[in-house]
């Protein structure tokens, strides 16, 4: 129903920084809740950001607070992440997630699965 599509993913060195892009495919991306999740090798996908127009508010996962940043461009109809001071342990495949649903992203953190429309994932790589 919505398309997604990640850009900006890459090779970084621990202390760099990256953008990830989200582009959606809607009319309006106010009408939805838009969040990034990440699944390394071997580990469950978690929530790392979420956005929500609707409801005015940003939230983001505890080992990323202060790091990351979630912003979104209206006219472009893009979700953007914000990236510095990586990690290694941020190294995963990320991903952006909408779902319609008013509320979505105050579970995005217990429900990553929760969200119905996902893109194919950008990868990161943060290296040390």
């Known amino acids: 129903e919505v398309q997604l599509v990640e850009s900006g993913g890459g090779l970084v060195q621990a202390g760099g920084s990256l953008r990830l892009s989200c582009a959606a495919s809607?009319?309006?991306?106010?009408?939805?809740?838009i969040g990034w999740f990440r699944q390394a090798p071997g580990k469950e996908r978690e929530g790392v950001s979420c956005?929500?127009?609707?409801?005015?508010?940003?939230d983001y996962a505890d080992s990323v607070k202060g790091r990351f940043t979630i912003s979104i461009d209206d006219a472009r109809n893009t979700v953007y992440l914000q990236m510095n001071s990586l990690k290694p342990e941020d190294t995963a495949r990320y991903y952006c997630?909408?779902?319609?649903?008013?509320?979505?992203?105050?579970?995005?953190?217990?429900?990553?699965?929760?969200?119905?429309?996902w893109g194919q994932g950008a990868q990161v790589t943060v290296s040390s």
């Open positions: 809607v009319f309006n991306l106010d009408d939805y809740d």
């Open positions: 956005i929500s127009s609707r409801a005015g508010s940003l």
């Open positions: 997630a909408a779902d319609p649903t008013l509320g979505a992203c105050v579970v995005f953190l217990k429900a990553p699965t929760f969200f119905a429309s």
